[in-house]
DNA sequence: CCCGCATCTGACAACGTTGTCCAGGCTCTA
DNA sequence: TAGAGCCTGGACAACGTTGTCAGATGCGGG
């Protein structure tokens, strides 16, 4: 059934398997470049592409019409009679033939499918996110790509092109990187482009965010209210937008306050879960230790939260992002909620305006946040 | 830039508006067939296409060479002299020229792209089965395409079908229905298919479940050793593989124990919040309630970590599938818990070792559950 | 000077589908 | 029954790429 000899290797062999005089390609070009396959092995055997799968020519000959009636029929075009058309589709059962969309693509120009291009498919504040643009997608007839950047902004673009090089449709992109250039030639091409979650750098595009900085202020001044004035953070490398703008929106609540922020309170940069305890119990320890800690994002929150179950309870917590669960710990814990799946819809309902043409001007649409206090966020300084 | 008449209807146009004389497509064939598109809109603008994309025609006319020569470039292709490489770099530079791989796909075969279709991308289950899928994807070169079905079959086969006609060179199906000859066509036709998390129906091929059986029945079977008799099982619809294998497990528990199970103490079915908190709650109430519930997945779970939080405690639970946090509440949630990324991953693994021919007959690969002790599966009976 | 050889280049067909266009047969009317 | 008009069906080109193959060029040796 299956061809034991061969090896998958996609659209990478060339003819000739002498290698001898393959010039390495120089990389010393500036900008938008096309980067030659890296990977060279043994021709595959030719012929039997597709393991042979029948063809509209196929069905045509077995029902013993002409080409472009199969594709009447198959696309439920008008003028076939019923005849006809049942002699079609009984060919089309027998053959077990399904219309090659490559094709189809090749010659429509539309393929009817959109990429999202996400930081980790396996965060938990992605997948409800992937999910809504799905929906979107689906609504549209169209179906999602998705892969995702692991926070690298040369596996986004490397990502990215590759989507473009298939002709999507159009693109959601939640940015590792802060330089979008690349993407100029496909948006003037035509390809829909929407930023989620951060914004685009050095290019003008529609993006969709949360208001970070003012839900971290929010939330820092929701620990003020209560009496804090020592309060820690720890975030993400400001270098990501959206942890850039969370700090910043800790520097403002803190100043709004009169209060000033000592270094030794605030931990930048910092994601492993090793990493992110000690900055906790550092902040926690000393003779002035922070009353309150605001945690940047979900990953950051959960690891504070196992460290203050271990201290001797006092110490208040705000975290940026919602974890699941977070009603059912004690204290529960107080939160900035984002809404990841409207993020999501609101992104994709906007690609699909772009692709509709109802869209005109780049635009930069700011979701609220909400805050949830469930305890974590109440308590009264212990100090 | 973009055509601001034009609307989005991608794949489904026909030439004519007119819809006057359109059959409707009967639908009494048996078996696989095509599925004509149901929405008409009005005709796309003509021409126009990728807005007007460059293609290798043009780089090579810019760059005053053959088209042919514009390939080999742009695929890394030995034979072309340093000099006219670099003219035809400049041009692909100049143009924004990317390669358009539908073309490429029509021409060669092979997609480097794989599908995956599972039940809900938001539930956090699926999120790092998805990821490691595409890990490995991306280690072999291939991108992801990935729906979700709903678990709705018919929904499952739209989009397996869909997939099927943009040529993916191979599926990872969590099947959502129990019926997948449908595929046979395919497989056939040389589509390497692995199935994931449930068995397929009616169709021989590669399949990777987790042990829900043996996990279930250890889980009760804990919940036996510490004491309990009156045991509950709140599950999923048994028309659900792992439902009614985990069912199945612990109905095996309790009889290796000597207990007859009660139909009070089974609750099959209900997954919404609403309904699993009120079978959990007519469980714990009543003159004999149980003294301990085994949850059938995450969800229930959580919500039945919700209603004990509520009732006197006492009542003890062991969860199937781990949850997050589940250690840091009071008590602390003892799981069966299955690795979904190892899902995933052996999944993936398997289809492109199909897609290598290295490997033969379809498998039946189940993986090992564990059981995560933290508190609630090792408490008393109440009663 | 011519031949052989190696290297580089380009013309051309093919991949499977859809849009265009025309032909042939039918119905309906005058 | 002829002519007009409609309905059905098919031949053909085109979409953008890659594989095949043959032509062009340059070089060295006889």
Redesign the pocket.
């Known amino acids: 059934m299956l061809d034991a000899t061969s090896s998958y290797n996609p659209m990478t062999?060339?003819?000739p398997a002498d290698n001898r005089?393959r010039r390495t390609p120089v990389d010393d070009m500036t900008g938008h470049r096309i980067v030659p396959d890296t990977t060279r092995r043994a021709a595959r055997t030719?012929g039997n592409?597709?393991g042979n799968?029948p063809?509209?020519?196929d069905v045509?000959a077995r029902a013993?019409?002409?080409?472009?009636?199969?594709?009447?029929v198959?696309?439920g075009?008008?003028?076939?009679?019923p005849?006809?058309?049942r002699r079609v589709q009984e060919a089309i059962d027998a053959l077990g033939?399904?219309?090659?969309d490559?094709?189809?693509v090749?010659?429509?120009?539309r393929t009817a499918s959109i990429g999202l291009v996400l930081e980790d498919l396996a965060d938990p504040f992605y997948g409800p996110l992937s999910r809504a643009v799905e929906e979107v997608a689906r609504a549209h007839g169209a179906l999602l790509i998705n892969g995702s950047s692991a926070e690298d902004p040369e596996r986004e673009q490397e990502l990215v092109l590759a989507l473009c090089a298939r002709r999507v449709d159009g693109l959601v992109v939640i940015p590792a990187g802060d330089d979008h250039r690349y993407l100029e030639p496909e948006v003037k091409a035509g390809v829909a482009t929407v930023f989620v979650d951060r914004p685009a750098g050095q290019i003008d595009a529609d993006v969709v965010v949360s208001d970070n900085f003012g839900g971290a202020r929010d939330g820092v001044a929701h620990l003020i209210a209560h009496g804090h004035r020592r309060i820690g953070f720890i975030g993400d490398m400001p270098r990501i937008h959206t942890a850039a703008e969370r700090l910043r929106g800790y520097r403002a609540a803190m100043e709004d306050a009169g209060i000033t922020v000592q270094g030794s309170w605030m931990s930048l940069g910092v994601t492993d879960p090793e990493r992110v305890r000690r900055a906790a119990e550092e902040m926690l320890a000393g003779p002035r230790p922070v009353t309150a800690i605001f945690t940047g994002n979900n990953r950051v929150t959960v690891t504070v939260v196992r460290v203050l179950a271990e201290h001797p309870p006092g110490a208040a917590l705000v975290g940026f992002d919602d974890i699941e669960l977070a009603d059912l710990l004690r204290p529960g814990v107080t939160v900035v909620a984002q809404d990841a799946a409207a993020l999501g819809r609101t992104a994709a309902e906007r690609l699909f305006r772009q692709l509709d043409g109802t869209l005109l001007a780049p635009e930069r649409i700011e979701l609220p946040t909400r805050l949830v206090t469930r305890g974590s966020g109440e308590l009264p300084p212990a100090h």
């Not at 013993?64 to 009447?72: A, C, D, F, N, P």
């Not at 075009?77 to 009679?81: F, I, K, L, N, R």
């Not at 033939?97 to 090659?100: A, D, E, L």
């Not at 090749?106 to 120009?109: N, P």
């Open positions: 062999d060339t003819s005089s030719p592409r597709y799968r063809t509209m020519k045509a013993g019409v002409g080409l472009k009636t199969v594709s009447r198959v696309n075009e008008p003028g076939v009679t005849e006809t058309e033939f399904r219309r090659n490559s094709a189809r090749l010659r429509k120009g």
